[in-house]
């Protein structure tokens, strides 16, 4: 399957501050890239999607200008969390899809700790 | 609004037994696909397998098929010979076959396979 990689795997961060993670598609061109949240023994949340070159389509109650993300290429889009606090801790996962697959590519995962 | 659900928050067999794994979905959709995703301890999501509304032939991966009954909404995963890497976060999701694409998933289900 196709791969794609997301950085850093672990990021720990002072309350406050931004912070960005990274989603790659290594080997295949990503049209949408999806942004999930995860906490604790639950399931994933989707928080948005992105198409490359436009805005990010946000779900209800995720807020849009706390969770930025730019889809600015066909390999890359990032989410940075802004002005982060400790109730933005969690594991963070992207997933990438090609205009050709039916399903979408998993990064390996964030785990973000605000201090 | 499409929804998951996944009514067996834990599970737990021998090795070597056969275990199912349950999961209904509700959708106004005619096409869409469904997948089993696999999330070991690792976090890394795995696609299992994965089934496209429109065949009725029930798909198989090794191991692992599913019963799907599009009638019923029903979408259930067999894991045959179970291995003690079988053990993970198993989660059912659902995708349209247009537009974004985005998964809906379940609220994931717990196995444990024993030695």
């Known amino acids: 399957g196709a791969v794609v990689s997301q950085h850093p795997s672990r990021v720990i961060c002072k309350s406050g501050t931004s912070v960005k993670i990274e989603c790659r598609s290594l080997?295949?061109?990503?049209?949408?890239m999806f942004w999930y949240r995860q906490f604790p023994k639950q399931s994933l949340m989707l928080m948005a999607t992105s198409n490359e070159g436009s805005k990010a389509t946000y779900e209800q109650g995720v807020e849009k200008d706390k969770f930025l993300i730019n889809h600015a290429s066909l390999t890359l889009s990032t989410l940075t969390v802004t002005s982060a606090h400790p109730e933005d801790s969690s594991f963070y996962i992207c997933s990438a899809k090609g205009p050709m697959n039916t399903e979408a590519f998993f990064g390996q995962g964030t785990r973000l700790t605000v201090v | 609004a499409q929804t998951v659900t996944q009514s067996q928050p834990e599970m737990s067999v021998q090795e070597a037994e056969t275990v199912t794994l349950s999961c209904t979905y509700d959708?106004?959709?005619?096409?869409?696909?469904l997948f089993w995703y696999k999330q070991p301890p690792s976090r890394q999501m795995i696609l299992v397998i994965r089934?496209?509304?429109?065949?009725?032939q029930n798909a198989t991966e090794n191991r692992f098929s599913v019963n799907f009954q599009k009638a019923a909404k029903s979408f259930s995963l067999k894991i045959s010979d179970s291995q003690l890497g079988d053990t993970a976060m198993y989660f059912c999701?659902?995708?349209?076959?247009?537009?974004?694409?985005?998964?809906?998933f379940g609220q994931g289900t717990r196995l444990t396979i024993n030695p």
């Open positions: 999701a659902f995708s349209a076959s247009t537009g974004a694409q985005k998964l809906v």
């Open positions: 089934q496209e509304a429109y065949k009725q």
């Open positions: 959708t106004s959709e005619n096409n869409y696909y």
């Open positions: 080997d295949f061109q990503a049209t949408t």
